[in-house]
């Protein structure tokens, strides 16, 4: 294996972890379930396209602004997030599963509308996109998506998607204004995946819509699920291993998906609660789990205590 | 008018054909603890979340300190001061008691998202106040030993107290509490009679508590509503309302309202 093939895998692992990094957001500390995330990719995907390509039609091509690459990662990343808005303002009054399929046809309606617009090359893609994204690019930005969501998590704002996860209706009479909360989470996490599409497009050169397919959609909810609801370490992990699973598995040739989907499902039957589990790969996030480790041995201990000074036989109330 | 911290005027709520609460009025005095009681299904609960928003009010008037509070979101009317538990226990599950508390304190605290997810000056100020303030609740309602407890992991008494601090983070001035002694043996509702008239004095709020053991009822209420059917059957004192012979005939069930229990 030489460097430039590596290079490339942690690249894309690199890139898919910003979008996963903002579905954690949505669905492990707000507790959305979101299956069209890979609509806000191909937003972002193509409007960074549009900013960085040379303007002047080349052969096969479509011109663009010729902006610097910093440009066209702000813009996608806005512009998915603008229109997450507008889709937050009509579905996020939906329960649960009724925003989970909301959010899979908008998926699917902005894969299919890039598909049947010319405008961008339709269904024959729009190539020539400059090859922009670099390890250290990506690296930063996932340096500063970790650093931004982990702050955020940590403040009041992000105790507030969590008791929004927990109890909605307990969150509400605690003050918090729990559609404001919700549509902060998406809009976050669709901006998040708006720059990881920006990245992904100047990574391949080449951008088509059926890259943005349900399928993506999928694959980082279940990079979500795998690390662990409610961790950022978890969706680190989860990104670099399930990122590089089917790469490692290539010696199966077409039977390699197969076994990627084994796999998953032995790991999730062995440890349902996610790689991590909520918990975080932190000093203070260990001192944490210890800390509730201890104190439920302690609560345990004085349990059994209680039921050993009483009736010795039927102490469990 | 003052002196009320609520006022309920003429308040009605229709699901479909049922009136669950039938043009019902009273007030809760400034400082006070009033008792709202009745036989199941009597419209008590429902009240509760006419007053907190999470119903909308068919008719009448709800007055918080002077401020119509009725059709609010229950977010708005938590921030003016108004909070409540629930009969079924509602706490952030999977989060420790700690946090639990750290959570319902976030009214106090004013930093926006940018400062946050940068760690400017205001928020780190504001959150080592906030965690002050929740280690400050723990020790005055002896939960700081259970501060790193999973919430339900706790033991049922626990977790009602633990939902009662949660309400307390918010500063509210008007605590309404569903049913706090359900499931506890007479040892905890003594407990807790005497929690609810200390929360009182300390945090000078007032209460507004349902309840059904009739000796907790008795022992702190100084005002009690009885209603049956979604209908005010009686208010005053507690020893005139025991003694009313409506009351009576409401919670014997010789008119059928309570036959089933």
């Not at chain 2, 019902?24 to 709202?36: C, D, P, Q, T």
């Not at chain 2, 609810?196 to 000796?215: A, C, N, P, Q, W």
């Amino acid at each position: 294996m030489d460097w430039t093939y590596i290079q490339g895998i942690l690249m894309l692992a690199g890139i898919n972890l910003i979008a996963v990094l903002g579905l954690c957001l949505l669905t492990g500390f707000t507790g959305l379930f979101s299956f069209g995330h890979a609509g806000f990719m191909a937003i972002g995907a193509y409007i960074g396209a549009l900013m960085t390509v040379p303007a002047g039609v080349q052969a096969g091509s479509i011109g663009g602004l010729g902006l610097p690459f910093v440009v066209g990662i702000v813009a996608g990343g806005a512009a998915a997030g603008v229109v997450s808005w507008f889709l937050g303002r009509i579905t996020l009054n939906l329960k649960g599963d009724y925003f989970c399929i909301a959010t899979l046809g908008f998926g699917e309606a902005t894969r299919l509308l890039l598909n049947n617009v010319q405008t961008f090359g339709g269904a024959r893609g729009w190539p020539g996109v400059p090859q922009y994204s670099t390890v250290w690019a990506v690296l930063v930005v996932d340096v500063l998506g970790v650093f931004f969501l982990a702050n955020l998590v940590k403040s009041r704002h992000g105790r507030n998607m969590i008791a929004v996860r927990e109890e909605e209706l307990a969150a509400q009479i605690a003050g918090v204004d729990v559609f404001r909360y919700k549509m902060i989470a998406l809009v976050v996490s669709a901006v998040y995946a708006g720059v990881a599409g920006v990245l992904f497009g100047h990574y391949m050169s080449f951008i088509q819509p059926k890259m943005f397919s349900m399928t993506k959609s999928t694959e980082l909810t279940i990079i979500v699920i795998f690390g662990g609801l409610g961790s950022i370490s978890g969706s680190v992990l989860g990104a670099l291993v399930l990122t590089a699973l089917p790469e490692l598995l290539r010696a199966f040739s077409i039977w390699r998906l197969v076994f990627y989907g084994a796999a998953v499902i032995l790991i999730m039957i062995s440890r349902p609660q996610g790689l991590m589990g909520g918990m975080e790969l932190t000093p203070s996030g260990l001192r944490k789990a210890r800390a509730a480790r201890a104190a439920k041995a302690r609560l345990k201990a004085d349990a059994l205590r209680e039921a050993g000074g009483g009736d010795a036989a039927g102490g469990k109330a | 008018m003052s002196a009320n911290v609520l006022e309920i005027r003429h308040l009605t709520k229709r699901f479909g054909g049922l009136a669950a609460v039938n043009d019902v009025s009273f007030a809760v005095r400034e400082g006070g603890i009033m008792g709202l009681i009745g036989p199941n299904g009597a419209g008590k609960t429902t009240i509760f979340n006419l007053v907190t928003g999470v119903y909308k009010v068919s008719e009448g008037e709800v007055e918080f300190q002077g401020k119509r509070i009725e059709n609010l979101d229950p977010y708005k009317i938590a921030d003016l001061g108004v909070t409540r538990t629930f009969q079924n226990i509602r706490l952030f599950k999977s989060l420790s008691v700690f946090d639990n508390i750290l959570t319902a304190c976030h009214l106090s605290a004013h930093y926006t998202i940018p400062e946050a997810i940068l760690r400017l000056p205001r928020f780190r100020r504001e959150e080592k106040a906030l965690n002050e303030k929740a280690s400050a609740l723990l020790e005055i309602m002896g939960l700081t030993d259970r501060k790193d407890v999973q919430a339900n992991n706790l033991p049922y008494g626990l977790q009602r107290r633990l939902e009662i601090v949660r309400a307390l983070a918010l500063d509210p001035k008007l605590l309404l509490l569903d049913e706090p002694a359900a499931g506890m043996n007479p040892d905890e509702t003594e407990q807790l009679m005497r929690l609810i008239g200390e929360i009182r004095e300390r945090f000078k709020l007032s209460v507004l508590v349902i309840e059904h053991h009739m000796d907790l009822v008795m022992g702190i209420c100084e005002d009690i509503v009885v209603l049956n059917f979604g209908q005010k059957l009686a208010e005053g004192k507690p020893d005139a309302v025991s003694a009313d012979p409506k009351v009576m005939e409401a919670y014997l069930g010789s008119s059928g309202g309570n036959a089933k229990c």
